[in-house]
């Protein structure tokens, strides 16, 4: 399948989410391994958006997320649940916006030139299955409309695949 997709970056951001839902149809493709549509939904907002430092997924494993796909610098490898603003995400299964990660105590700083994030939770059915990270290397750059369209599409990914074979892409 082609997979190249062109961006308007001149687009509002609410339309270029729009265009992601789009081109995430596409991608998703239930014969690609787990991994490689993870790692592509990364890139697709890596690539959307010049504000975001940092895209990936952190899954739920033994209580623990563990790094998964991303785009960017590299990243700890584990978050306690509770701890830093994934682990508060994922201990909550709330969607969690930073203007600031200075003022949140104990963000956890795996880029130091990190100044805001958005960190959504992948949740089906009540169900943890980990979190989406995104950090910017400006301040406030993450707001409801981030929020209401970065939940939509991880909704929309955790429909579109067998989420219970996200463990076996953590051995
Ligand atoms: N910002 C996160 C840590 C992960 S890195 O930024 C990739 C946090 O405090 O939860």
Known sequence: ????????KQLKEEEIYKTIITQLENLINNNDA?????????????NAFDKISW????????????????????????????????GSSALK???????????????IACDGNSK?????????ENKLYGVLDLDSYQYSAFNDVDKK??????????????VDNINKILA
């Open 1 to 8: 399948m082609n997979k190249q997709f062109v961006l308007n």
């Open 55 to 86: 895209v990936g997924f952190y899954f739920l494993k033994d209580n623990k997320l563990v790094l998964g796909p991303f785009q960017g610098k590299i990243a700890c490898t584990e978050i306690e649940l509770g701890k830093g603003v994934c």
């Open 116 to 124: 805001s994030e958005i960190v959504i939770p992948l949740v089906k």
């Open 149 to 162: 369209n970065l939940e939509a599409l991880c909704n929309f990914l955790l429909n579109k695949i067998n």
């Open 93 to 107: 299964k709330e969607t969690i916006i930073v203007e600031d990660v200075n003022k949140f105590p104990g963000h």
């Open 34 to 46: 787990l991994i490689s549509t993870f790692s592509n939904f990364t890139a697709i907002l890596k």
